[in-house]
């Protein structure tokens, strides 16, 4: 991938914009028409729905580290220099961090990528709730809560265990990083089955995993080819949503991230709308928890996102399709902790497990 004409038309901020804006419309479209949600797979392996939103879930997950890891064996791209591997990474950011950001996306219903496509298909709880989470992501990357944040992490990183690559410590090379994904691939192709997913449905959910892939293509060919080093990266949306909070205090230049957030609003909201989907949705409508609920929830996906340093997409897919051990611990731990939320919220509101129908992630 040549992209050399095109910096030299527009510059290298400019370029890793046009290519986060082209990342973040396929990212958006494909979440919208798919569903694409951590929340509602965690609740659907939980029993309190099909098994569509899990299995869409697991099809994205396998085809992000069956693409990446294939991708790393044909040595096209090279991941060793990111910040997954270049510097410690913290284990106690990702478990407690994780832990907070499973929480609040029951709270919230939804994690941070999905409540971006909520809000961009018109809901205005999912638009409340990413403001509030810009906020919170904000004060965390570089405001007042930098010292929590770094108490916190501190307290336990990848030095003490010899590293972030999991094929390293499992004394792998990278044939069995294809192999896992492979497995994956087969296992999602399995729970589609079982769950009768459609066949666009499983392709939205497969589209995902193979953004990310892209992500970490074109970001590692650019890496190569501008004068001012950067590091390779795909994509994340808490990262995002803080820098443009950054860009928006300050005087700056929009990158990767602002494209990424831009193209998936952008895509989110053309889907919605072709699809008859658009709807406007208020806190008003019968049924919706308290605001407050809300607020709660997207306070700690602010804080516990930039703690465990991504969310389910930056750090579950991005983090987990190249095997960082500290990535892989969030997303369990964010799955952890959206479950015992929802155990939790179920025994408050005496539901039962077998007749309940899962809520929207809105």
Not at 218 to 228: A, G, I, K, R
Request: glycine share 14%; charged share 10%; aromatic share 8%.
């Amino acid at each position: 991938m040549d992209l050399v004409p095109l910096i030299d038309l527009i510059g290298e901020p400019q370029t890793a914009l046009v290519g986060g804006l082209v990342l973040g419309l396929a990212f958006g479209v494909f979440a919208q028409r798919s569903r694409y949600c951590t929340r509602s797979a965690v609740l659907s392996a939980m029993g309190d729905s099909d098994l569509k939103p899990f299995a869409t879930w697991v099809a994205g997950f396998a085809a992000a580290i069956l693409a990446v890891q294939a991708l790393l064996g044909a040595d096209m791209i090279d991941v060793s220099e990111t910040r997954f591997f270049s510097t410690a990474q913290s284990l106690s950011g990702a478990i407690i961090g994780g832990l907070l950001f499973g929480t609040g996306m029951v709270l919230a219903r939804g994690c941070v990528s999905r409540l971006l496509v909520l809000g961009a298909s018109g809901n205005l709880r999912g638009v409340f709730s990413i403001a509030v989470i810009a906020v919170t992501a904000l004060a965390t990357y570089s405001g007042v809560l930098v010292p929590l944040r770094d108490g916190i992490g501190g307290i336990w990183n990848t030095a003490a265990i010899g590293g972030n690559d999991l094929l390293v410590h499992a004394g792998l090379e990278r044939w069995a990083g294809i192999a896992l994904g492979a497995v994956l691939a087969l296992v999602a192709l399995g729970f589609a089955v079982k769950a009768r997913l459609s066949v666009w449905r499983l392709s939205g959910g497969i589209m995902i995993g193979l953004t990310v892939a892209a992500g970490w293509y074109f970001t590692w060919q650019l890496s190569t080819q501008v004068f001012e080093p950067i590091q390779a990266e795909s994509l994340s949306f808490i990262r995002p949503l803080a820098t443009t909070g950054e860009l928006a205090l300050a005087s700056g230049f929009a990158g990767l991230d602002q494209g990424v957030l831009i193209g998936a609003i952008l895509g989110a909201f053309v889907a919605a709308l072709l699809s008859g989907e658009f709807r406007i949705s208020t806190f008003s409508e019968p049924g919706t928890p308290p605001v407050w609920r809300y607020a709660a929830g997207s306070v700690l996906m602010g804080f516990g996102g930039i703690l465990a340093v991504g969310c389910t997409i930056g750090a579950g897919l991005t983090g987990g399709s190249v095997l960082a051990v500290s990535s892989l611990l969030g997303l369990a731990s964010m799955m952890a902790g959206a479950a015992l939320t929802q155990l939790l919220l179920r025994s408050l509101s005496r539901e039962q497990p077998a007749s309940a129908a899962v809520a929207p992630a809105e």
